[in-house]
């Protein structure tokens, strides 16, 4: 009983192992959800319907995300100033463990080539579902994310619009972008396809679900140092 005791106060002991152990899991949670996340793209673009809208526009899948991703992490520091926090810019490493997360996936999946188009929606269903938990749980612990979830949460943090509502915002604008760049630099649609649109639509959706639905990742926001279940309750519910 002492012991229990002397684990809830804050200063002792017993509560810097707690917290170091909760880091621990909440970085652990983090690296779980980047390569769920580039596992779900891989899926996606294996569907054969079009790309992810991050990835949609026309160059090499992980090449293309690499550059697209330096700009996102430049957004975030316009956007937020000085709220956003400088260990925020070792999303540059993970920009780069992410990219090469998405080649390993791709080879992979190499075997993985779904023909007719009931197997191609089930692929892309399936690599939907992947990526909306991929990022949700990326998110979740507050330690770092991806550049393209980070720039979703920055605008999100300055509109007051939920995380899985502001990113099907963003996808469905990348999308955008993806289909007038395709027609400029090619004179067609390249790497823009009905699957494109699908996932610009629901997987910022199915984020809302798994952060309503999930207690694992309420579990891991409740160990953020910074966490308050008042405001995080607000923000669910806004939007």
């Known amino acids: ?19 170091r152990r909760e880091f621990a899991i909440r970085c652990a949670a983090f690296a779980g959800g980047v390569v769920i ?11 054969a319907l079009g790309t992810s809208p991050i990835s949609s526009l026309p160059l090499s899948l992980g090449g293309f995300t690499f550059v697209i991703n330096i700009l996102f992490i430049a957004a975030q520091f316009a956007l937020l100033g000085k709220d956003i926090k400088p260990i925020q810019l070792l999303q540059l490493a993970v920009n780069v463990l992410f990219s090469l997360a998405i080649d390993v996936s791709m080879s992979l999946l190499d075997w993985l080539s779904p023909t007719g188009l009931i ?11 992947i990526l909306a938990f991929g990022v949700a749980l990326e998110v979740a ?12 949460n920055a605008l999100a943090r300055r509109t007051g619009v939920r995380f899985g509502s502001m990113k099907v915002i963003f996808d469905v604008s990348l999308m955008v972008m ?23 639509l629901i997987v910022g959706r199915f984020v809302n679900i798994f952060n309503r639905r999930l207690r694992l990742l309420e579990r891991l926001r409740a160990m953020r140092p910074d966490y308050e279940a008042a405001s995080q309750e607000k923000l669910d519910d806004a939007a």
Not at 1 to 19: C, F, K, S, W
Not at 119 to 129: F, P
Request: proline letters at 4%; glycine letters at 14%; charged letters at 15%.
């Open 1 to 19: 009983m002492t012991r229990d005791r002397n684990e809830r106060i804050p200063g002792t002991q017993a509560d810097a192992l707690r917290r």
């Open 37 to 47: 996340n580039s596992f779900g793209i891989a899926f996606i673009t294996k569907a």
């Open 119 to 129: 197997a191609r929606l089930a692929s892309l269903l399936v690599g939907c579902l």
């Open 141 to 152: 612990p507050g330690v770092l994310v991806v550049p393209g979830e980070g720039i979703v």
């Open 178 to 200: 993806a289909t007038a760049s395709s027609f400029i630099l090619f004179g067609r649609l390249n790497g823009v396809g009905a699957g494109t649109v699908i996932s610009a």
